[in-house]
């Protein structure tokens, strides 16, 4: 009689779990973790690091407003949000900048193309603010 499937994933399971204990560490362990900055007012529910050491990140623009204002009182075309949905981080500076996204970026995907420009799926644009 063969042995049910069940039995077998449980068994590599183990196999598994049992290699992964006795694994070496990984020879850049020892870093630790540090707060950049307290906020930077969005929840970034899409995150892009680009050429540039800058990360774009997108948070959805249907639910409600966000805690970051877009500059010069400019506001969402249509709309009367005039928060900012969209950040870019700059990395070296530790500085955020608002972006406006002129659509909604839920369930959303984006990729780099080669010559690092990002190219975000389903009807994304964005505005440089």
């Known amino acids: 009689m063969a042995p049910s499937s069940t039995l077998v994933y449980h068994h590599l399971l183990f196999f598994f779990l ?18 950049l900055l307290p906020s930077i007012g969005i929840s970034a529910m899409h995150m892009q690091l680009l050429p540039n050491d800058r990360v774009v990140m997108y948070d959805r623009t249907d639910f409600g407003i966000s805690n ?35 659509s909604n970026v839920w369930c959303s995907s984006g990729t780099l193309m080669p010559d690092g420009r990002l190219v975000r799926l389903a009807a994304l644009m964005m505005v440089i603010v």
């Open 68 to 102: 970051i204002s877009l500059p010069n009182g400019k506001c969402r075309p249509n709309t009367t949000d005039c928060s900012a949905h969209s950040v870019e981080y700059d990395v070296a500076s530790n500085t955020v900048r608002p972006l406006m996204v002129l």
């Open 18 to 35: 049992v290699f992964l204990l006795h694994a070496q560490p990984c020879p850049a362990a020892g870093g630790s973790w540090s707060t």
